[in-house]
């Protein structure tokens, strides 16, 4: 809790800050913050907190909540127009959930590109154990993930691992994170690639509580996180202002989208309807952003190539371009 607080005074404009859209988007980025703990901390009390923990959980709870009226009065300072201007500034947080084999891997890896190609700083995160992020970004296989080092053992941290003590997820990201094609900066946990799996889950903790507290005002985060339905059971879309849900063709893919719906909470929600040829919508769901079959992109990710390489003015590469004017305006209107 302590590393929270101080995540968020981190963020908290200095006196010497100039006024205008920079000081904005900082109180901004102090409300988003307060507010993503706030949330992540209404979700862990639901769980079996021990009676002890209670007092300091409503404690902190209290603290989160003046930061964020403290960052809401500060804004009212503001007009209306340089308050428009620091939403569109402020960058967006996004989780890409969905069905195994539903292409998220590749949405993701193509939204974190062409929205560096806006002149925007990007942090392309791989939450998935499985490898594949880095391929598609066009990174190669070998990319690696967050180092043993940033880990530390920790009796009362999630599944009991953490960020090292010292340790804050923006001096982690500054450290891990390695640059890919278009500026894209990468960072990703570890991989299983035996069937000892333990090295890579432990990781799995230590980059949820990074992506809680990284809060730079200016960084567009994209993450693609682990297939199915354990995603949101285990809050690892927490961070998140926006979660894009990808759904394939096969009825089991919707199913996956509907059951994942009721279950990412109170975000902003974009449905992104991927490989589809001229069928109807899945009942229940409303696309927002609808991406064609493209054998250009199968024959891309066959070779193991990013198709912002391969194919990048391909119909599915230009409509993924409307899914960035989605989640840029829909985030800039909150």
């Known amino acids: 809790m302590a ?24 109180w901004l980025a102090v409300q988003r ?8 901390l209404a979700w862990w009390a639901q769980r079996r907190v021990p009676q002890a923990l209670l007092p300091a959980l409503a404690d902190h709870r209290t603290a989160m909540e003046a930061h964020r009226a403290g960052a809401g009065a500060q804004l009212e300072a503001f007009d209306e127009a340089t308050r428009r201007r620091a939403r569109a500034d402020l960058g967006i947080r996004v989780a890409v959930l969905g069905k195994g084999g539903a292409g998220k891997t590749m949405l993701c890896a193509t939204l974190a590109r062409q929205l560096a190609r806006r002149r925007r ?18 990174l190669g296989p070998g990319a690696p993930g967050l180092a043993p080092e940033a880990l530390e053992e920790h009796a009362g941290a999630s599944y009991g691992w953490r960020l090292a003590e010292g340790l804050s997820p923006q001096e982690a990201v500054d450290r891990y ?12 946990v570890g991989k299983i690639t035996s069937l000892d799996k333990a090295a890579a889950k432990r990781s799995l903790p230590a980059m949820t509580e990074l992506l809680l507290g990284f809060g730079a ?4 985060v994209v993450a693609d996180l682990e297939a199915g339905l354990t995603t949101p059971f285990e809050a690892y879309h927490a961070f998140a202002d926006t979660v ?9 893919s919707a199913l996956t989208a509907r ?27 409303a696309p927002r952003v609808r991406v064609p079959f493209d054998p250009c992109v199968v ?29 840029l305006t829909q985030e800039g209107a909150t």
């Open 3 to 26: 590393r929270q607080l101080d995540v968020v005074e981190a963020l908290v404009p200095s006196r010497q800050q100039a006024s205008g859209v920079g000081r904005c988007r900082s």
């Open 33 to 40: 913050q307060a507010t993503i703990y706030l949330r992540h």
């Open 121 to 138: 700083n990007v942090l392309a995160v791989d939450l998935d154990t499985n490898p594949g992020l880095s391929m598609s970004l066009g």
């Open 177 to 188: 994170a390695v640059a890919g094609p278009d500026g894209v900066r990468f960072l990703a």
């Open 217 to 220: 005002p200016e960084v567009d």
């Open 244 to 252: 894009v849900i990808v759904v394939g063709p096969a009825w089991k």
């Open 259 to 285: 059951r994942l719906l009721p279950m990412v909470g109170e975000r902003n929600t974009v449905v992104v309807a991927n490989r589809v040829h001229d069928e109807s919508d899945h009942p229940g769901l």
């Open 299 to 327: 024959a891309a990710e066959r070779q193991g190539r990013s198709p912002m390489d391969a194919c990048p003015g391909s119909p599915a590469m230009c409509a993924l371009g409307a899914l960035g004017d989605v989640l």
